[in-house]
């Protein structure tokens, strides 16, 4: 007996692993690169002598990190989930 292609293949959760899986690696690529901004424009105001302007860059920084670093936890717990 074989069995059509079509019942082997779920193409909903297919297409919607696709979609969520090009989202958050836009995503995630976005934000790290706000991560990324945030530390060069840090050291260009520290030079500067623009402490008040480098600390909020520094932090936008820092939240950007932390926010990839989130990502990437609730990640792999819906991975590890499923």
């Known amino acids: 007996m074989t069995v059509p292609f079509a019942e082997i293949v779920q193409w909903r959760d ?3 692993t696709i979609v969520f899986a090009t ?3 836009i995503g995630v690529t ?3 690169s706000v991560a990324i901004w945030g530390a060069a424009r840090y050291t260009d105001l520290r030079l500067e002598e623009r402490q ?3 600390y909020a860059a520094a932090a936008t920084s820092a939240a950007a990190l932390l926010a990839v670093l ?3 936890v ?3 717990i819906v991975m590890t989930s499923k």
Request: hydrophobic fraction near 80%; glycine fraction near 16%.
């Open 14 to 16: 297919l297409i919607e």
């Open 23 to 25: 989202v958050a690696g």
């Open 30 to 32: 976005l934000i790290f």
């Open 52 to 54: 008040g302007a480098a």
């Open 70 to 72: 989130a990502v990437v």
């Open 74 to 76: 609730l990640g792999v």
